[in-house]
């Protein structure tokens, strides 16, 4: 519980709390001053006490919703990248789904092996395989130059829209794969062969046994490769070049970059987890019977 | 009157990473029998079972299904179904959906399925249970909905892998009438696989018993416990003195120190054999010059029985009984030649058993604590 308090609730009340205030100047009697009334104050101090005075001017935290209003100009952003981010997870759930299947049936030895090897890019730093790609998609990159050698191309792979997505799910596949897998490892060998046994072929042992059974796999999968997705900003710096920002990015400049206003990232991160929560439990209420139909 | 032979096995040999585990089954399953497939774990019965279901290929034979060659028909092209070892039910759907798995595949119109469905839980006993999550019904409930998932469809041949297993003594005692009634009322052709010997007595027309990947015996119940055919199957199927003996000529045997009248024959002169004497045939008497005569060891109350373990001719003898003797007091023992079962002691003998029996050492070692 302290656990959860410490790590989860406190930083969400911190941008709650940034998301709903404001820093606004006021004077000595407390009136919030704004552009103009602030000009306006300097002014009638020059005048009345000659150039190098200073009005008393305080600053005060208060509540307001302009954060929460403003973040609605960057809309196309934040739909921008969550319409990204779900193609990348539909592309993770078609790659990683048969693969997921395919080691959960393998000798119990070879699945630590195949395992592994789906792991094995995630012990490479997140940066560098990123940047790796930049180098393969460049308009003089490995591709381009390969394609180039049987008179093909160059085309424009670096930053695009595909670019932004190939990283994305390039990054979270194993996030995807993982939990499908620890899911369809739990399912019993006896239950697929009595669906056989009963009459049922490879594909309706898949559509009737196999994928319902996998569901909370599913469910996970989406979950771990969405949410990063939604929210990555190096994808999108390193391979959709200035004009692919996703909401990412517009978060950390607000933190960490010149358009410097915590309080408006905080306002925007707010309401992407609105949208990411939002996006959950449209597909936590997916059950059996719609995942069935969804793939047939 | 001679049966229709519905599946035949026929020099099958099977084996897991090089090591066999079927080493030649010529098998005749009949229409409408009750056979059993009886062995200690790891003797290749329920290979032998999966391969009939279409599981497992074997490496070498053939199985035939109505005469036809079936080695590389797909387990759903089969008039087979399976009964599996712990059900094996489909945890995403409820009951009657279970049911109605292998009825739903072949896109039955919904009114059949429902009729059918409602035939099948009335014939388990489990109407009004339609609706229920299968994870929530006990291991007795669930073994009924697995076994109306298997006979919806009507199959010929019913496999069934150990399916009491998980069960208590009584649950267990009920279910194989139940099984047996249902077998006689289908009848179809019943394929059990099980490691109690008494289940298989119970229930089967034919016993199979199998160790080491090789069909030890095939016969009746009475057959199988009257007249095993070698030390294994006497040591597996109930309780069992076994003496070495030399067979002087018909209907004469010598062993314990002496020559004893038998109605076994057609044994070569002199030939070195096993006496089998199942503990319930030898009465204990009063001790005198024409008995075997011994110390108890022990008595066990076995509820039905005592269970009385006597040191004679520096053997230890398992006799059942109604009456206990004193520990330690002298008693005779005495058979008929009825009771004296002969077997040839083959090579296989020197192997060490897997039956978990053996009573002769455990009393042996008991004796000598």
């Known amino acids: ?296 | 009157m001679e049966k229709k032979k519905l599946v035949e096995l026929k020099g099958i040999t099977k084996a897991f990473d090089g090591e066999p585990v079927l080493r030649g089954i010529d098998l005749e399953v009949h229409d409408n029998e009750f056979m059993t497939l009886l062995g200690p774990s790891g003797c290749g019965k329920t290979t032998t079972l999966r391969i009939i279901g279409g599981f497992e290929t074997p490496d070498t034979g053939d199985v035939l299904f109505d005469g036809a060659r079936i080695n590389d028909v797909p387990p759903h092209r089969r008039s087979v179904n399976t009964v599996f070892q712990k059900y094996a039910l489909f945890p995403h759907l409820n009951v009657y959906e279970n049911v109605a798995f292998a009825l739903r595949l072949r896109k039955t119109p919904e009114r059949e399925v429902s009729q059918r469905v409602a035939e099948m839980l009335e014939l388990v006993n489990l109407r009004g249970f339609e609706r229920r999550r299968v994870n929530n019904l006990s291991g007795g409930q669930q073994q009924r909905v697995a076994i109306a998932r298997a006979l919806i469809s009507n199959p010929r041949v019913l496999l069934l892998d150990e399916p009491l297993g998980a069960l208590d003594l009584k649950l267990r005692k009920e279910m194989q009438n139940e099984l047996k009634a249902l077998q006689q009322r289908t009848g179809i052709t019943f394929i059990y696989v099980t490691h109690d010997q008494e289940e298989a007595l119970t229930m089967s027309d034919t016993v199979v018993v199998m160790n080491g990947g090789v069909i030890q015996q095939i016969g009746t119940p009475q057959d199988i416990y009257n007249e095993p055919k070698n030390t294994f199957v006497a040591r597996f199927i109930g309780e069992s003195n076994i003496l070495p003996g030399i067979m002087h000529r018909d209907f004469l045997v010598e062993f314990a120190g002496n020559n004893f009248e038998c109605v076994d024959r057609d044994f070569a002169p002199m030939e070195p054999v096993n006496v089998v004497i199942r503990p319930e045939d030898i009465r204990l008497v009063e001790a005198t010059e024409d008995t075997i005569n011994g110390v108890v060891r022990r008595v066990t109350f076995k509820g039905v029985h005592y269970e009385i373990v006597v040191e004679a001719v520096s053997v230890n003898w398992i006799i059942h009984s109604t009456k206990a003797p004193e520990v330690g007091g002298i008693v005779g023992m005495t058979f008929t030649p009825e009771d004296i079962h002969i077997m040839h002691r083959s090579p296989d003998d020197a192997l060490p058993l897997a039956s978990d029996l053996a009573p002769m050492e455990e009393a042996a070692a008991e004796a000598a604590e």
Not at chain 1, 137 to 147: A, D, F, H, K, P
Not at chain 1, 261 to 279: D, E, H, K, Q, Y
Request: charged content about 15%.
């Open chain 1, 1 to 296: 519980m302290l656990w959860m308090a410490v790590f989860i609730i406190v930083p969400l009340i911190l941008i709650a709390v940034f998301a709903f205030t404001t820093t606004v100047k006021t004077d000595a009697d407390g009136n919030i001053l704004d552009a103009e009334a602030l000009d306006a104050l300097y002014e009638e101090y020059e005048e009345e006490y000659g150039e190098d005075a200073e009005p008393e001017i305080y600053e005060r935290t208060i509540f307001t919703l302009a954060n929460i209003f403003e973040v609605s100009r960057y809309m196309s952003t934040l739909l921008h990248s969550i319409w990204l981010a779900l193609i990348a997870t539909v592309i993770c759930l078609i790659l990683g789904y048969p693969v997921a299947y395919l080691i959960s049936r393998l000798h119990f030895d070879r699945q630590k092996i195949m395992l592994m090897l789906v792991m094995l890019p995630m012990w490479m730093n997140f940066l560098l395989r990123t940047y790796a790609w930049m180098t393969l998609l460049e308009r003089s990159g490995l591709i381009n130059r390969v394609l180039g050698l049987i008179g093909l191309g160059p085309f424009q792979m670096i930053n695009t829209p595909g670019a932004v997505v190939l990283g994305m799910v390039y990054n979270y596949l194993p996030f995807m794969i993982t939990p499908l897998y620890s899911v369809m490892t739990k399912i019993d060998g006896r239950t697929i062969e009595a669906a056989q046994d009963l009459g049922a072929g490879s594909l309706r042992v898949m559509t009737r046994v196999v994928i319902p059974l996998s569901v909370p796999g599913v469910v996970s999968g989406i979950t771990m490769v969405f949410v990063p997705a939604v929210s990555t900003f190096i994808i999108s710096r390193m391979l959709g070049g200035g004009t692919n920002m996703l909401i990412g990015d517009l978060i950390d400049l607000q933190f960490l970059g010149n358009a410097y206003n915590p309080n408006l990232g905080a306002a925007m991160s707010l309401v992407l987890m609105v949208f990411i929560l939002l996006c959950m439990s449209i597909t936590n209420s997916i059950d059996d019977d719609d995942m069935e139909a969804a793939l047939l």
